[in-house]
């Protein structure tokens, strides 16, 4: 799953200053890679120390944004936490996050699978 942020989004700053101090602190860029039609290269691993500034950025703010691109609809996005693997591509006109591991449906919950109130 992923979100591609372009550089007219009000989320644009934020984006590019995460993937330039991510880049400067790691040594190992990850391979190129393509969600859907976007491709994505130099792409950093995000540590689980700095996926709260990931979250941070909220992304369900935009998700009906024209300067958002996503395959995520707004449950997904809410369900982002911090157990999720986050990974930050440089794309042509943006940056792209790619998730894995984000909870596909609800779970069920209460004594019987579903909340008796």
Same mark, same amino acid.
């Given at each position: 799953?992923?979100?591609?942020?372009?550089?007219?989004?009000?989320?644009?700053?934020?984006?590019?200053?995460?993937?330039?101090?991510?880049?400067?602190?790691?040594?190992?860029?990850?391979?190129?890679?393509?969600?859907?039609?976007?491709?994505?290269?130099?792409?950093? #691993?995000v540590p689980e120390h700095e996926r709260g500034r990931v979250l941070a950025?909220?992304?369900?703010?935009?998700?009906?944004?024209?300067?958002?691109?996503?395959?995520?609809?707004l449950f997904h996005l809410l369900m982002l936490d911090e157990h999720v693997?986050?990974?930050?591509?440089?794309? #042509?006109?943006?940056?792209?996050?790619?998730? #894995?591991?984000?909870?596909?449906?609800?779970?069920?919950?209460?004594?019987?699978g579903f909340d008796p109130r």
């Amino acid at each position: 799953m992923y979100v591609m942020i372009t550089q007219g989004s009000r989320k644009a700053r934020a984006a590019k200053d995460l993937y330039e101090t991510l880049k400067s602190r790691t040594s190992r860029l990850l391979p190129p890679i393509r969600e859907g039609e976007i491709e994505g290269w130099a792409g950093v #691993e995000v540590p689980e120390h700095e996926r709260g500034r990931v979250l941070a950025m909220r992304f369900q703010d935009e998700h009906l944004s024209p300067y958002i691109k996503s395959d995520m609809n707004l449950f997904h996005l809410l369900m982002l936490d911090e157990h999720v693997e986050m990974r930050i591509y440089r794309a #042509e006109r943006g940056w792209l996050f790619v998730f #894995e591991g984000v909870q596909a449906a609800p779970k069920p919950f209460g004594a019987a699978g579903f909340d008796p109130r």
